[in-house]
């Protein structure tokens, strides 16, 4: 309302921000004071000048801080993550049904509702109120789009109670969707198989054709001489061309000196004897093989030793064909077989267990279901080749170095960033009959504050220390500008940190529970198929998305950073290993949007670093966290 000036303090009027306020609403409001001005100083603008006017982040339980930088809506950072993560989150699901049972006044119906519901009885009266609102926005979700990030694995029902069991089974039906998705191109792919789509064409009893119909593209990822449409030789990467490395020091800097293997090649070669990189496997561990009319799933992969040729047996195949690529293409206003590359089949295979170490070639050997009985009883594909290596027993050590604000948020806006970082990592293990998620070593970075672009801060930290066997880690990475305001700051990090140790109960309880019944939650075929690399990648990103799909649902804080990595033991050898190249250059979407790019950037004995970059289209932004990697034993 205007005020009377008659009845206005004197002091009021001095301090030239006049406002009184009437407030009806029963929502968030945010209210932006003057300060009072010094006698020395010229007057002050009015508020909305001073500060203007920021709309309220939709969907958001804490208030904007003073001052603080515009931030994205509920709906747009719901929106990204459904466009970004094809399978939903089954902890932050969890965790809001939980939430509801302890507003509720409902009593814990096992010792596991009893540690969360401990954990949130312990919460500060104004956390509970923010817990509220959060469970709030989660219940305004549309249908489609709380299916799309939570499922339907958890209850929504205040009156049932949630088991270590429950949800568990809701944890593993997640990570064999990620796994499907990721190895197979299917969410279904590790529990159905399916054979490609009939691209064989009859050649007649005397045709001369060099056009393999039954092609390998890919071995793990590696582009193979076989790739259609050919590749020149300068169109592989580096980690597809064999190698042989060796650390110098050049002006007291230490270098990796790489030379192209050529000639005597311990596999495929292209024109020019430049051999092509042969993959090491571990015995037990899966490899991919992705290519063209893979259209039986009784098709068996034939594993032959290159020094002696003997053929050491046929092992059984998991096959998911492509059918999402069409048959054919109008190329010039005529239809077209598309049999290159494009098509995406894909098998699995695992590695027998007694297999000695050695080069060995190996074949995919397909019954004929081709339609075309001049092609004889089996088709055999094109070779390839994999090196069997024996189990690493090293351990190793991952750190943090820095954190580079390459440029901050926008748009410009008074202040700088205020940056927190939080890191969680887990070892894993896979034997015969269970997945074990070991204890997490988590890390919570100082609050960087004012940090504008081009500017560095200290994150020496160690995220993850190996202190026994195990297959790989899982470490989960998250960032967020936060603003300065310390209520507003405190709001965030209190019940984020009630969200992490949530985090800890419900992994815990997933192990006790997986490893009572890993057979009925669908984790045993993972381990039967032998996908230790894509199951602890899938972890990775079902703890990470289960942290950012819980922070979009209610915290103003916009995400900067995003990662989730998974590797395996025998990645963290490769990566160390001097003797082997540097990695490519990489680059990915994170679950949130982010553009994650990684550059390695040098390797020594024992040692290997990289940068990995972190832009934020929404926020203008570039942040970077420098990662050491060291193998300690």
Known sequence: MTPNEDTIDPERKLSGCLIDICIESRGDVNIYNCTAPSATLPPPRPCDEAFPPLPPAEGACVPLALGAKPKQSRKRKIEKLL???PVAS???????????????????????????????????????????CALGSFDSLSHGDRYGLFGSAISTDPNQPLDEKTLAAAFAAELVGRVGDQVYGARNGVAEERPGRNRFYDQGPTAENFDI??????????????????????DYLPAEIQQHCQPIVVSGQPQLDCKVQQGNCPGNFLADQTCLRVPQVQTGRAVTLEGVNFISVDAKVRITAQASSTIKGEVDA????????????????VDKPIRDCRVRDRLTFVVPADLPPGVYSIQIVMPNVTGFANLAGSIVSNTQFIEVIPPPTARFQIASEILYARKETAPVFPGSDEVRVRVSAFPITATLTSLILGEEQRFNSPEYG????????????????QSAPLDGVVIAITGYEIDSDKA??????????????????ALEAIARALNKAADLLGVRKLIDLGLAHPVILAIASAVTLGVIAFLALWAPADLIIEDALGLTIMDLVTLTNANLPL????SHTSQQGLRVNVTPLEKIPTQYRERREYVSNEEESRYEITFRYNRVA
């Open 90 to 132: 089954a902890l932050a699901g969890s965790f809001f049904h939980l939430s509801r049972r302890f507003l509720d006044g409902r009593p814990a119906g096992n010792l596991f509702e009893k540690s969360v519901f401990d954990l949130l009885g312990s919460l500060p009266l104004e956390t509970k109120g923010v817990l509220s």
């Open 318 to 333: 998991h096959v998911v064909g492509d059918l999402d690529t069409p048959l054919s293409e109008n190329v010039d206003g």
């Open 83 to 85: 466009a970004n993560n």
């Open 488 to 505: 507003y700051r405190d709001q965030i990090n209190n019940f984020t940190d009630a969200f992490h140790q949530y985090l800890k109960i």
């Open 583 to 586: 990695p490519s250059l990489s």
């Open 213 to 234: 119909q039954f092609r390998i593209c890919r071995v793990d990822g590696l582009r193979t001489g076989e790739f259609a449409p050919p590749l020149n030789p300068g």
């Open 450 to 465: 004012d940090v504008d672009s081009g500017e560095i801060r200290d994150m020496t930290a160690v995220l993850f220390q």
